[in-house]
């Protein structure tokens, strides 16, 4: 039987482009987002990759909580169970501390931390009664150092990092895998007005990075690996005088 994966923020971007990697290499997908429309597009698109798997949409804010857990359990049913969880929906916005932005902030908290734990959570409750399964959360290399502008942002990707963290640890010995990845800057919506991107990938290389690396059940790993492996060590190590130039 085909193995499953549901990938929130498939609308656009990474899980876009993942659903495509997926469904070449035989999964059926449940994919979700807000923007329903654009689902149902890449739906079309994305069916005519591998005439074989099955793909299902469904409406999802993930800062709706409630319907998060409705949405994991309905899709599972839909798909006759779900192997992997890719926890990616996510935004990026600027927030400058202690300038009346703070409503940003509590956004990016709320999307990138509760929304991901709530999906996990659901996920979880999924996996333990099946008695086997894969998450998969997708942090950032800005988990690695805090950075000006960016504090919510850094801050929501080092705590699902450790979220998974633990949950890995809870879990040990349940037969549920976690996978945390720390891509670098890969060309989505989400960062294409920066002026600066360093070591930029396109979002088809990163997608395709992605899938491999959730293929291996790594535990955890930068996107691309290199050179965002160094790169992170030496970012936990700059003094704050030239982290604050960044
Ligand atoms: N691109 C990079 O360089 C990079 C680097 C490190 C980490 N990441 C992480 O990778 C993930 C995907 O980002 P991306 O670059 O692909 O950005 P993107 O193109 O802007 O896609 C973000 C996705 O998240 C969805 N989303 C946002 N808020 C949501 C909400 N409240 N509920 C449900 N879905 C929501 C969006 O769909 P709707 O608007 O339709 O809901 C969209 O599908 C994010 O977690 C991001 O932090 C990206």
Redo the contacts with the bound molecule.
Sequence with gaps: MAKTAMI????????EALAFHLVEKGYSLALT???IG?LEEIKEKVAKENRSSKVVVRK????DTGDVFTAVEELAGQLGGLDIMIA?????QAVHVGRGEFENARQTIE??VI?AMATIDAATAHFLSRGKGHLVG?S?VAAFRGMPRNSAYCASKAGIAMYLEAVRAELFRKNIDVTILY????D????NMLKSRPFLITVEKGAEIIARLIEKRVKSSTVPVFPWNIVGRLLKILPTGAISKM
Excluded at 8 to 15: D, E, K, L, N, Q
Excluded at 60 to 63: F, G
Excluded at 88 to 92: K, L, S, T
Excluded at 183 to 186: E, L, R, V
């Design positions: 929130t923020g498939a609308s656009s971007g990474i899980g987002a807000r923007n654009k999802l804010d993930v800062t990616n929906a996510g935004i990026a999307t990138n929304g997708i950032s891509p670098g800057y890969i989505t919506p989400l960062n």
